[in-house]
């Protein structure tokens, strides 16, 4: 996965704070959501934004607390829009 | 479930926990990253209390997908990263969830853990604390009734 780190190294709630505030586009998603064969980590309902052809998530590493992530997203992007849940 | 094993008080409490379980009649499976697995396995290589091992990631995605779940499920946690877990396995499971909380500032992680079963002691090198907190429960089995 080719990834741009937008925010490293924070809490989780700071991230879905980060997304919210900085994107327009924004769609909730519950835990455990499948985004690029990763089941995502987080409170429920995540936050993930849709800038142009990138999707904006936050990835929780075990070891490293959670960042935003900038991901080229065109072939998720689609089954985001239709799959919102929250 | 085991996040990151910085703290060396985790990979004691899981063993003690594990074999508490055993005892007990449970079936127990530990899941965590490569680094807490490994602790694990390499501090008991008999196997008399880690009987089956899960790669963190591996255990999120059959959760999620609904091909795997349990009665009870242990969310080690000392940080944020942590409470995210938690509350995931709460999100994606059936489970009845203990919130296994340990470090040196763990108010903020109780506060985040409300919802749960708490066992939290400050501990990060002796696990003894921890340890009492874990023997005040009589019965896991009782949790799952």
């Not at chain 1, 519950?30 to 309902?45: C, E, H, M, R, S």
């Not at chain 2, 063993?15 to 005892?23: C, P, V």
Request: hydrophobic share 45%.
């Amino acid at each position: 996965m080719n990834y741009e780190i937008l925010l490293p190294n924070s809490s989780f709630k700071e991230c879905a704070e980060y997304i919210k505030k900085n994107f327009k586009e924004i769609y909730y998603v519950p835990a455990g959501f499948k985004i690029f064969d990763n089941y995502l980590v987080g409170i429920p309902p995540i936050p993930i934004a849709v800038d142009n052809d990138d999707i904006i998530m936050p990835y929780v590493k075990p070891c490293h607390g959670c960042f935003v992530l900038r991901v080229p997203g065109k072939e998720e992007i689609g089954g985001l829009r239709r799959s919102e849940t929250f | 479930m085991m996040g990151c094993p910085e703290l060396p008080v985790q990979t004691a409490a899981a063993l003690y926990i594990a074999n508490k379980l055993d005892r007990e009649g449970f079936e127990v499976i530990s899941a965590g990253n490569k680094a807490a697995i490994s602790l694990l396995l390499n501090s008991d290589p008999e196997k008399h209390y880690i009987k089956k091992v899960m790669d963190l990631d591996r255990c999120i995605g059959a959760l999620a997908e609904k091909t795997m779940d349990f009665d009870l499920c242990f969310v080690f946690i000392h940080s944020d990263s942590g409470i995210s877990y938690l509350a995931t396995i709460k999100s994606i499971s059936k489970a009845k969830t203990i919130a296994v909380i340990f470090g040196k500032e763990i108010e903020p992680l109780i506060e985040a853990s409300a919802d749960s079963v708490i066992i939290a002691a400050k501990a990060v090198h002796n696990p003894t604390p921890l340890r009492a907190k874990i023997d005040g429960v009589k019965s896991w089995a009782a949790l799952t009734r």
